[in-house]
């Protein structure tokens, strides 16, 4: 059971919007860390996609774009194209005594349509 | 451009001793958090723990018992031991640089582990 929670999976056709969720509590998003988004395509290693919550890393499309508020984050992608297929990952920090380091949510299996 | 390479043993058997390295290329390793991310087959993605260059560690609560992470300047390495395997240790190993976010990313290494 992953510190942040996301849909396990999510799809849309071609062109259109969708937006994956990540919800975590008071002691990681909430507690201010910033929010950052992994696409993994198949059998690949993940690709950072957002950081800082809303900034895109050089060469990932604007189609792409993050958002941070309370204790959520979400990552909408519009235009949705086939490329976009993949695996989707939210990462932050938690600071409770039990977590103390690096979490990820666990994953949003997108699929074009 | 700052490159990642994982290698490690792939097949090991239970109880043993995991043991990976990373090399850096393309860059200073005297910066930024050096980070061990780990995916079981069909699963997440699970932090391990993380170095700097001064061999600063910090490990995920729940293998802490059983990790030991290293840096080797001068071959501007980086390496992960994980004592006591079993079959759950199984996964898609990945070394990752941290900036504060993982940017950079190794291409991941499998580890089986069976008897």
């Known amino acids: 059971q992953s510190v942040l929670t996301q849909p396990p999976s999510m799809s849309g056709a071609p062109g259109q919007r969708v937006t994956i969720s990540c919800t975590g509590s008071s002691s990681n998003i909430g507690a201010g860390y910033d929010v950052h988004w992994y696409q993994q395509l198949p059998g690949t290693a993940p690709k950072l996609l957002i950081y800082g919550n809303t900034n895109r890393p050089s060469g990932v499309p604007d189609r792409f774009s993050g958002s941070k508020s309370g204790t959520s984050a979400s990552l909408a992608i519009t235009g949705l194209q086939a490329e976009d297929e993949a695996d989707y990952y939210c990462q932050s920090f938690d600071s409770s005594v039990s977590v103390s380091g690096v979490v990820f949510g666990g994953g949003t299996k997108l699929t074009v349509l | 451009q700052v490159q990642l390479q994982e290698s490690g043993p792939g097949l090991m058997k239970p109880s043993e001793t995991l043991s990976l390295t990373c090399a850096v290329s393309?860059?200073?390793?005297?910066?930024?958090?050096w980070t061990w991310v780990r995916q079981p087959p069909g699963k997440g993605l699970e932090w391990i723990g993380h170095?700097?260059?001064?061999?600063?560690?910090k490990y995920n609560p729940s293998l802490k018992s059983r990790v030991t992470m290293s840096v080797d300047m001068s071959k501007t390495q980086f390496s992960l031991k994980l004592r006591s395997a079993t079959a759950a240790d199984t996964a898609v190993y990945y070394c990752?640089?941290?900036?504060?976010?993982?940017?950079?990313w190794g291409q991941g290494t499998t580890v089986t582990v069976s008897s």
């Open positions: 393309g860059g200073s390793i005297n910066t930024y958090y």
């Open positions: 170095i700097d260059y001064s061999g600063s560690t």
């Open positions: 990752a640089r941290n900036a504060g976010f993982l940017d950079v």
